[in-house]
């Protein structure tokens, strides 16, 4: 292996482009290193090389070690990073975003800065979660009371199918054994969701704090996405798990929520949802060109013109900056 401060950086061009990348890539219980372009994940079953120019993003689960070389060529790749629970439920920290561009970032705080598009997307978030129903024309109190009703709703007949009782929601913060088995299994499905939505959102570049419904808080939007599957996945697989054993409930609420997120590759899901809310003319993709390196400038009226040229004058718009 030639030393890494003698390889030249590889340019944008040499990248792959974000579309034809792998969109996750999982390791745990690993030693994470680099040959070449490659990294490398060493266990004691022997080494697996992954170009890392693949990559969208990887995932660290529990017992994985990542060198300083690694790192450097999946900052050079733009490969994100996130450091997650095992299979991804739970969301530690995270490196570089999905994308050099700013694209989803920026169509997040236009969306969030006005509020009738606000507005809009947080109704485009009901009609994800609830198909059956049109929010067109509703008011946010009228989709809170909707929404309301849904979930409780949903707890009702996920009682009546499990044949589990069901005595209302309780939940005290900070005691998780307060509650009965089900509340339990309820409030484990939730951190584990609010931890997927968490390893996505800034994978992609986008903020955590700029929520649609929820406000106030540094992970606003993560309680946002992670709502978009609370009465289709958690709460049905949580009276699941409640109605086989009360014993072992927050564990065993995990590990199924765990394999249910990779049977139906929900973090693939959460990435196509969160686009398709914040760029809907698009069709769950980024547009061509979108996840290129490049820097422009604003000028007026909408315009971006390129960066490094010097704009003095008409005479000047040919100079270099540096």
């Known amino acids: 292996m030639s030393t ?63 060198t300083h070389q690694a790192m450097s060529v999946l900052g050079e790749t733009g490969a994100a990073v996130c450091w997650v629970g095992e299979h991804g439920v739970r969301y530690y920290a995270s490196g570089r975003a999905l994308s050099r ?76 054994t307060s509650g009965d088995a089900v509340n339990q299994a309820i409030t484990a499905a939730a951190q584990c969701m609010y931890g997927i939505a968490h390893a996505v959102v800034p994978s992609l570049g986008c903020s955590p704090a700029l929520g649609f419904i929820h406000s106030g ?31 072992d409930i927050g564990p065993r609420t995990r590990r199924a929520l765990r394999d249910r997120i990779n049977e139906i590759s929900l973090l693939n899901r959460c990435v196509d949802d969160i686009k398709h809310l914040l760029l809907p003319e698009t069709t769950g993709s980024f547009a061509p060109g979108d996840d290129r390196d490049v820097v422009t400038l604003q000028s007026d009226h909408g315009h971006q013109v390129a960066s490094g040229v010097n704009y003095d004058g008409p005479e000047d718009y040919g100079d270099e900056l540096w």
Not at 9 to 25: H, I, N
Not at 145 to 153: A, I, L, P, S, T
Not at 228 to 247: C, N, R, S
């Open 4 to 66: 890494v401060s003698r390889r030249p950086a590889l340019t944008p061009r040499q990248l792959t482009r974000t579309g034809e990348r792998l969109s996750f890539v999982y390791l745990e219980r690993c030693t994470v290193h680099r040959d070449a372009n490659a990294i490398t994940a060493q266990d004691a079953e022997g080494t697996t090389h992954i170009p890392s120019a693949t990559i969208g993003t990887l995932l660290l689960g529990p017992g994985t070690r990542v």
């Open 101 to 176: 561009s700013s694209a989803l970032m920026e169509a997040q705080a236009r969306q969030w800065a006005n509020p009738r598009s606000r507005l809009a997307v947080a109704r485009a978030m009901y009609r994800l979660r609830f198909p059956d129903e049109d929010p067109a024309g509703l008011t946010r109190h009228e989709l809170l009371d909707r929404e309301g009703k849904r979930v409780k709703d949903c707890y009702r007949v996920q009682a009546a199918r499990t044949g589990v009782p069901w005595r209302g929601r309780r939940y005290t913060p900070g005691d998780f």
């Open 217 to 247: 808080h540094e992970l606003s939007f993560v309680l946002d996405i992670a709502d978009l599957y609370k009465t289709e996945i958690g709460i049905p697989l949580a009276f699941d798990v409640a109605a086989q054993d009360e014993e």
